[in-house]
């Protein structure tokens, strides 16, 4: 018998994404430290300089000379890597200071780091739904693939409710024995569209059908209330909420992930999630790092003030052009395609005639029929970036002939 043609599996699996016209193409770029949002990109035609305009990296935390100069720093004094996992050597001074600086931001007693939120999520949803007998986890239906992830290798029933939709979700928990253990899954901040959900709502159906909450500020962390601690802290719930994830790699601009809860749930996540004992330590520069920009930004407003100032700058040139912004109430800028060929097109189009890089954003991660160019404008985009770029928005809308939105009398 011959052997499966194995390479005619992977063929056709790759060969899907391109009639799908969602195949992926990454841009090949240089970040240069005190340069962001600009940037190098290594094209097909040699190297050229751009503007990023779809970076996580919120606030520009990345580049800021705390963050970079305790990473050297500490790389200097400690040496690259941790040598081990938490449990075996590699329970680094630095990666527990920065647990301590983590709890203290959400009020809770103790906070987790994972090697990245992706990891945090998929490990602490999992474990907590897992340990609660017979738990019930209600999602929002826009959760992201982390949480998703959770949620499948938890094992537990799950519930599906419609996205920041109160009366289902309450429908959904209304149906259930109120001493079922249930666990609510949820987003402060959507990304994609850039909404927010109704936390005190949520919270308050909790309390009512005896429900724990576990909400996800991965957009959110850095950037809202008066110390960054996310949405939740803005509206004074952190104390409702039983656990809070967050990441260190986008508006704090470093890299992993982590949680922050109550001393038992830490530790049961602690003392069972595959996902965090059967990994290695971040290294410690990257602790360092990270714990620098969390205690930057604690104390530091100037950076989410210019964020949301540049945001909505952004939103209202654009839509003075007739540019179809998809508005919400955060940071984030997304612009309606609908299409994914012409997604593409139109980020191809800015980046090759307009050196203006922003990636299309296509199913799954959003709807398809909803596919856009999502921007995120962070403090270092100037009025005068702005401005260019609403200028190559419309020549590319033009050339592309996209749709446009009837332009409200300013
Ligand atoms: C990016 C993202 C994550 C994953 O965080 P990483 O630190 O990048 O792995 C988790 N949740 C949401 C909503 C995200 O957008």
Redesign the pocket.
Known sequence: MAKPAYGAFFEKAVEKLHSERRYRVFADLERVNGRFPHALWHSPEGVKEITVWCS?DYLGMGQHPDVVGAMAQTALTTGAGAGGTRNISGNHHPIVVLEEELADLHGKDAALVFT??????EAAISTIAGVLPDCLILSDELN?A??IAGVRHSGCEKKIFRHNDLDHLESLLRAEDRARPKLIVF?SI??MDGDIAPIAAICDLAERYGAMTYI?E??AVGMYGARGAGVAEREGLMDRIDVI?G????GFGV???YIAASKLIVDTVRSYAPGFIFTSTLPPAVAAAACASVRHLKTSSVEREAQQRQAETAKRVLLSRGLPVMMGDTHIVPLLVGDPSLAKAASDRLLEKHRIYVQPINFPTVPRGTERLRFTPTPFHSDDLIHNLADALDEVWSALQLKRISVAAE
């Open positions: 996580n990245s939120g992706f990891v945090s999520n992201h982390s949480m987003e959507y990304s996800d991965v957009h994830e990441t260190l790699a986008k890299v992993g992930g």
